[in-house]
Protein backbone atom coordinates (compact mmCIF):
# COMPACT_ATOMS: atom_id res chain seq x y z
CA UNK A 1 0.00 0.00 0.00
CA UNK A 2 1.39 3.50 -0.98
CA UNK A 3 2.67 5.39 1.83
CA UNK A 4 0.03 8.79 2.48
CA UNK A 5 0.73 12.23 0.83
CA UNK A 6 0.11 15.52 1.88
CA UNK A 7 -0.71 18.62 0.35
CA UNK A 8 3.09 20.76 0.79
CA UNK A 9 1.03 24.13 1.65
CA UNK A 10 -1.45 22.16 4.04
CA UNK A 11 0.56 20.00 5.68
CA UNK A 12 -2.51 18.03 7.59
CA UNK A 13 -4.57 17.60 4.35
CA UNK A 14 -4.04 14.08 2.74
CA UNK A 15 -4.27 13.76 -0.88
CA UNK A 16 -4.19 12.00 -4.23
CA UNK A 17 -3.36 14.66 -6.44
CA UNK A 18 0.28 16.47 -7.89
CA UNK A 19 1.49 19.37 -10.19
CA UNK A 20 1.80 17.54 -13.69
CA UNK A 21 4.69 20.62 -13.67
CA UNK A 22 6.77 19.74 -10.43
CA UNK A 23 5.45 17.00 -9.11
CA UNK A 24 4.81 18.03 -5.36
CA UNK A 25 1.35 17.21 -3.87
CA UNK A 26 -1.58 19.44 -3.70
CA UNK A 27 -4.85 19.55 -2.15
CA UNK A 28 -8.03 20.76 -4.28
CA UNK A 29 -7.80 23.91 -2.64
CA UNK A 30 -4.59 24.56 -4.17
CA UNK A 31 -5.02 23.13 -7.10
CA UNK A 32 -5.74 24.55 -10.30
CA UNK A 33 -7.53 22.64 -13.76
CA UNK A 34 -5.13 23.08 -16.69
CA UNK A 35 -5.17 21.86 -19.92
CA UNK A 36 -3.42 18.59 -19.38
CA UNK A 37 -3.02 17.68 -15.78
CA UNK A 38 -3.39 20.24 -12.82
CA UNK A 39 -0.96 23.06 -11.75
CA UNK A 40 -0.09 24.24 -8.15
CA UNK A 41 -0.25 27.71 -7.37
CA UNK A 42 3.39 28.57 -8.28
CA UNK A 43 2.96 27.00 -11.59
CA UNK A 44 -0.64 28.22 -12.09
CA UNK A 45 0.65 32.24 -11.41
CA UNK A 46 -2.61 32.50 -8.84
CA UNK A 47 -4.07 30.03 -6.27
CA UNK A 48 -7.18 28.49 -6.85
CA UNK A 49 -9.77 26.28 -5.52
CA UNK A 50 -12.78 24.26 -7.16
CA UNK A 51 -15.96 26.17 -7.46
CA UNK A 52 -18.29 23.94 -8.39
CA UNK A 53 -18.57 19.82 -7.46
CA UNK A 54 -19.25 19.23 -11.22
CA UNK A 55 -16.40 20.97 -12.51
CA UNK A 56 -14.14 19.05 -10.36
CA UNK A 57 -15.48 15.91 -11.59
CA UNK A 58 -15.46 16.60 -15.34
CA UNK A 59 -11.70 18.05 -15.11
CA UNK A 60 -10.06 15.56 -12.53
CA UNK A 61 -9.67 12.67 -14.70
CA UNK A 62 -6.72 12.09 -15.06
CA UNK A 63 -3.23 12.84 -12.77
CA UNK A 64 0.02 13.01 -13.13
CA UNK A 65 1.32 11.72 -16.81
CA UNK A 66 -2.60 11.39 -17.77
CA UNK A 67 -2.76 8.33 -15.52
CA UNK A 68 -6.24 7.71 -14.19
CA UNK A 69 -6.92 8.08 -10.48
CA UNK A 70 -10.89 7.27 -10.29
CA UNK A 71 -10.69 3.35 -11.59
CA UNK A 72 -12.72 2.58 -8.61
CA UNK A 73 -15.81 4.69 -9.56
CA UNK A 74 -15.26 3.99 -13.46
CA UNK A 75 -15.46 0.36 -12.17
CA UNK A 76 -18.56 0.38 -9.67
CA UNK A 77 -20.36 2.37 -12.64
CA UNK A 78 -19.23 -0.37 -14.55
CA UNK A 79 -20.54 -3.29 -12.31
CA UNK A 80 -24.20 -1.45 -11.47
CA UNK A 81 -24.26 -1.05 -15.47
CA UNK A 82 -22.90 -4.89 -16.53
CA UNK A 83 -25.56 -6.57 -13.54
CA UNK A 84 -28.29 -4.50 -15.09
CA UNK A 85 -27.33 -5.95 -18.40
CA UNK A 86 -27.35 -9.22 -16.70
CA UNK A 87 -31.07 -9.35 -15.45
CA UNK A 88 -32.08 -7.79 -18.88
CA UNK A 89 -30.10 -11.46 -20.04
CA UNK A 90 -31.34 -13.51 -17.59
CA UNK A 91 -34.89 -12.61 -18.72
CA UNK A 92 -35.81 -9.93 -16.78
CA UNK A 93 -38.05 -6.71 -17.86
CA UNK A 94 -36.88 -3.04 -18.57
CA UNK A 95 -37.40 -2.44 -14.66
CA UNK A 96 -35.33 -5.04 -13.65
CA UNK A 97 -37.49 -7.28 -12.21
CA UNK A 98 -38.80 -10.49 -12.57
CA UNK A 99 -35.84 -12.08 -13.08
CA UNK A 100 -32.93 -14.26 -11.03
CA UNK A 101 -30.44 -11.86 -10.25
CA UNK A 102 -33.23 -9.44 -8.38
CA UNK A 103 -34.93 -12.23 -6.87
CA UNK A 104 -31.98 -13.30 -5.25
CA UNK A 105 -30.28 -10.25 -4.45
CA UNK A 106 -33.01 -7.23 -3.89
CA UNK A 107 -33.38 -6.40 -0.33
CA UNK A 108 -36.51 -7.42 1.81
CA UNK A 109 -36.92 -8.56 5.73
CA UNK A 110 -39.31 -11.56 4.58
CA UNK A 111 -40.71 -13.11 1.45
CA UNK A 112 -41.65 -15.98 0.36
CA UNK A 113 -40.11 -17.86 -3.00
CA UNK A 114 -42.08 -19.94 -5.47
CA UNK A 115 -41.72 -20.63 -8.92
CA UNK A 116 -39.41 -18.24 -9.80
CA UNK A 117 -40.92 -15.15 -8.33
CA UNK A 118 -40.38 -13.08 -4.87
CA UNK A 119 -43.22 -11.94 -2.80
CA UNK A 120 -44.36 -10.67 0.64
CA UNK A 121 -47.06 -13.73 0.93
CA UNK A 122 -47.83 -14.02 4.43
CA UNK A 123 -50.77 -15.61 4.56
CA UNK A 124 -49.40 -18.74 2.32
CA UNK A 125 -45.82 -18.79 3.66
CA UNK A 126 -46.15 -22.05 5.04
CA UNK A 127 -48.33 -23.75 2.36
CA UNK A 128 -46.03 -26.58 0.32
CA UNK A 129 -44.43 -25.08 -2.79
CA UNK A 130 -43.37 -22.06 -0.46
CA UNK A 131 -40.41 -21.24 1.70
CA UNK A 132 -38.92 -18.25 3.40
CA UNK A 133 -36.78 -16.07 2.45
CA UNK A 134 -35.46 -12.86 2.84
CA UNK A 135 -32.60 -10.97 5.46
CA UNK A 136 -34.44 -12.64 8.32
CA UNK A 137 -34.13 -15.93 7.08
CA UNK A 138 -30.42 -15.47 6.75
CA UNK A 139 -29.61 -14.12 3.08
CA UNK A 140 -27.90 -11.58 5.21
CA UNK A 141 -25.72 -10.91 1.56
CA UNK A 142 -28.87 -9.14 0.41
CA UNK A 143 -27.90 -6.07 2.59
CA UNK A 144 -24.80 -5.40 0.05
CA UNK A 145 -26.02 -6.89 -3.77
CA UNK A 146 -29.76 -4.91 -3.33
CA UNK A 147 -27.09 -2.03 -3.85
CA UNK A 148 -25.61 -2.84 -7.32
CA UNK A 149 -29.32 -3.51 -9.02
CA UNK A 150 -31.85 -1.03 -9.97
CA UNK A 151 -35.38 -0.19 -11.51
CA UNK A 152 -34.63 0.53 -14.78
CA UNK A 153 -32.41 3.04 -16.76
CA UNK A 154 -33.90 5.92 -15.57
CA UNK A 155 -33.07 4.60 -11.89
CA UNK A 156 -29.71 3.36 -13.23
CA UNK A 157 -28.71 6.36 -15.57
CA UNK A 158 -29.66 8.99 -12.38
CA UNK A 159 -27.46 6.92 -9.74
CA UNK A 160 -24.64 6.46 -11.81
CA UNK A 161 -24.47 10.08 -12.83
CA UNK A 162 -24.28 10.92 -9.18
CA UNK A 163 -21.73 8.34 -8.64
CA UNK A 164 -19.41 9.71 -11.03
CA UNK A 165 -19.78 13.31 -10.50
CA UNK A 166 -19.49 12.91 -7.00
CA UNK A 167 -17.36 9.75 -7.22
CA UNK A 168 -14.64 11.20 -9.28
CA UNK A 169 -14.04 14.10 -7.05
CA UNK A 170 -14.03 12.34 -3.39
CA UNK A 171 -11.63 9.26 -5.22
CA UNK A 172 -9.00 12.14 -6.01
CA UNK A 173 -9.57 13.42 -2.45
CA UNK A 174 -9.06 10.40 -0.21
CA UNK A 175 -7.53 7.97 -2.36
CA UNK A 176 -9.29 4.75 -3.91
CA UNK A 177 -8.87 2.34 -1.38
CA UNK A 178 -10.82 4.64 0.97
CA UNK A 179 -13.10 5.56 -1.57
CA UNK A 180 -13.67 1.95 -2.07
CA UNK A 181 -14.39 1.24 1.49
CA UNK A 182 -16.77 4.47 2.17
CA UNK A 183 -18.47 3.27 -0.86
CA UNK A 184 -19.74 -0.01 -0.07
CA UNK A 185 -19.99 0.72 3.74
CA UNK A 186 -22.19 3.05 3.01
CA UNK A 187 -24.28 0.78 1.15
CA UNK A 188 -24.79 -1.30 3.57
CA UNK A 189 -25.50 1.55 5.94
CA UNK A 190 -28.58 2.03 3.15
CA UNK A 191 -29.60 -1.04 3.76
CA UNK A 192 -29.90 -1.33 6.95
CA UNK A 193 -31.89 2.01 7.02
CA UNK A 194 -34.27 0.66 5.02
CA UNK A 195 -34.56 -2.18 6.77
CA UNK A 196 -34.95 -0.30 9.89
CA UNK A 197 -37.32 1.88 8.54
CA UNK A 198 -39.37 0.09 5.52
CA UNK A 199 -38.87 -3.54 6.13
CA UNK A 200 -41.47 -5.16 4.56
CA UNK A 201 -40.94 -3.30 1.42
CA UNK A 202 -38.37 -4.21 -1.61
CA UNK A 203 -35.17 -2.26 -2.05
CA UNK A 204 -32.62 -2.09 -4.30
CA UNK A 205 -30.59 0.80 -5.99
CA UNK A 206 -26.88 2.42 -5.05
CA UNK A 207 -28.36 5.34 -3.73
CA UNK A 208 -27.45 4.81 -0.29
CA UNK A 209 -23.66 4.81 -1.17
CA UNK A 210 -23.87 7.43 -3.38
CA UNK A 211 -25.64 9.51 -0.44
CA UNK A 212 -22.78 8.22 1.39
CA UNK A 213 -20.72 9.90 -1.20
CA UNK A 214 -22.28 13.06 -0.67
CA UNK A 215 -22.08 13.07 3.15
CA UNK A 216 -18.11 12.24 3.42
CA UNK A 217 -18.17 15.78 0.45
CA UNK A 218 -19.98 17.72 2.91
CA UNK A 219 -17.30 16.85 5.47
CA UNK A 220 -14.16 17.76 3.25
CA UNK A 221 -15.98 21.03 2.90
CA UNK A 222 -17.02 21.77 5.82
CA UNK A 223 -13.16 20.86 7.27
CA UNK A 224 -12.04 22.67 4.12
CA UNK A 225 -10.82 20.32 2.03
CA UNK A 226 -12.47 21.21 -0.78
CA UNK A 227 -14.16 24.03 -1.93
CA UNK A 228 -17.24 24.03 -3.71
CA UNK A 229 -18.92 27.28 -2.85
CA UNK A 230 -21.87 24.88 -0.66
CA UNK A 231 -23.40 23.50 -3.42
CA UNK A 232 -22.65 19.79 -1.63
CA UNK A 233 -24.94 21.03 1.16
CA UNK A 234 -27.08 21.94 -1.42
CA UNK A 235 -27.24 18.83 -3.20
CA UNK A 236 -27.82 17.17 -0.13
CA UNK A 237 -30.52 19.43 0.65
CA UNK A 238 -32.18 18.86 -2.81
CA UNK A 239 -31.73 15.28 -2.60
CA UNK A 240 -34.06 14.64 1.14
CA UNK A 241 -36.24 17.18 -0.66
CA UNK A 242 -36.79 14.73 -3.19
CA UNK A 243 -36.47 11.66 -1.27
CA UNK A 244 -39.14 12.63 1.11
CA UNK A 245 -41.61 14.17 -1.42
CA UNK A 246 -41.74 11.46 -3.83
CA UNK A 247 -43.44 8.02 -2.90
CA UNK A 248 -41.38 4.88 -3.30
CA UNK A 249 -38.25 6.30 -2.61
CA UNK A 250 -36.64 4.53 0.24
CA UNK A 251 -36.04 7.28 3.26
CA UNK A 252 -34.39 4.91 5.22
CA UNK A 253 -31.63 3.70 3.05
CA UNK A 254 -30.87 7.47 1.73
CA UNK A 255 -30.56 8.43 5.42
CA UNK A 256 -28.36 5.55 6.60
CA UNK A 257 -26.15 5.67 3.96
CA UNK A 258 -25.72 9.72 4.44
CA UNK A 259 -25.24 9.27 8.08
CA UNK A 260 -22.31 6.28 7.14
CA UNK A 261 -20.61 8.65 4.83
CA UNK A 262 -20.71 11.60 7.28
CA UNK A 263 -19.49 9.30 10.14
CA UNK A 264 -16.64 7.43 8.14
CA UNK A 265 -15.30 10.62 6.41
CA UNK A 266 -14.96 12.14 9.85
CA UNK A 267 -12.84 8.55 11.12
CA UNK A 268 -10.78 8.89 8.15
CA UNK A 269 -9.91 12.64 8.67
CA UNK A 270 -9.20 11.26 12.51
CA UNK A 271 -6.61 8.35 11.48
CA UNK A 272 -5.47 9.67 8.38
CA UNK A 273 -1.88 8.44 9.01
CA UNK A 274 -3.05 4.97 9.79
CA UNK A 275 -4.15 2.55 7.15
CA UNK A 276 -5.68 0.11 10.17
CA UNK A 277 -7.33 2.86 11.57
CA UNK A 278 -9.44 3.84 8.24
CA UNK A 279 -10.29 -0.02 7.60
CA UNK A 280 -11.32 -0.70 10.75
CA UNK A 281 -13.68 2.35 10.81
CA UNK A 282 -14.92 0.94 7.87
CA UNK A 283 -15.27 -2.44 9.42
CA UNK A 284 -17.14 -0.70 12.34
CA UNK A 285 -19.94 0.66 10.14
CA UNK A 286 -20.32 -2.55 8.43
CA UNK A 287 -20.98 -4.98 11.73
CA UNK A 288 -23.14 -1.69 13.48
CA UNK A 289 -25.18 -1.89 10.47
CA UNK A 290 -25.70 -5.55 10.38
CA UNK A 291 -26.50 -5.35 13.89
CA UNK A 292 -29.00 -2.86 13.40
CA UNK A 293 -30.60 -4.67 10.53
CA UNK A 294 -30.69 -8.38 12.31
CA UNK A 295 -31.94 -6.42 16.00
CA UNK A 296 -35.07 -5.05 13.44
CA UNK A 297 -35.26 -8.02 11.26
CA UNK A 298 -35.79 -10.12 14.20
CA UNK A 299 -37.80 -8.21 16.68
CA UNK A 300 -35.88 -7.23 19.07
Not at 92 to 112: E, M, P, Q
Amino acid sequence: MDEPRYCYRHPDRETGLSCSECGRPICYECMTPAPVGLRCPEHSGKPQGMRKVTRAAERAVTGVGGRRVNAVTLALIAINVGVYLAELAAGGTVDGVNNWIYNHGALFASGAYTQGTVGTLPAHAFAPGYHLVGVAHGEWWRMITAAFLHYGPLHLGMNMYGLYLGGTLLEHVIGRWRFALLYLASGVAGSAGALLITPNSTTAGASGAIFGIFGALFVLERQRHISTGGQVAMLIVLNLVFTFAVPGISIGGHIGGLISGVALMLMFLQYRRSALYSASAAAAVVAISVVVAYMKVRGY
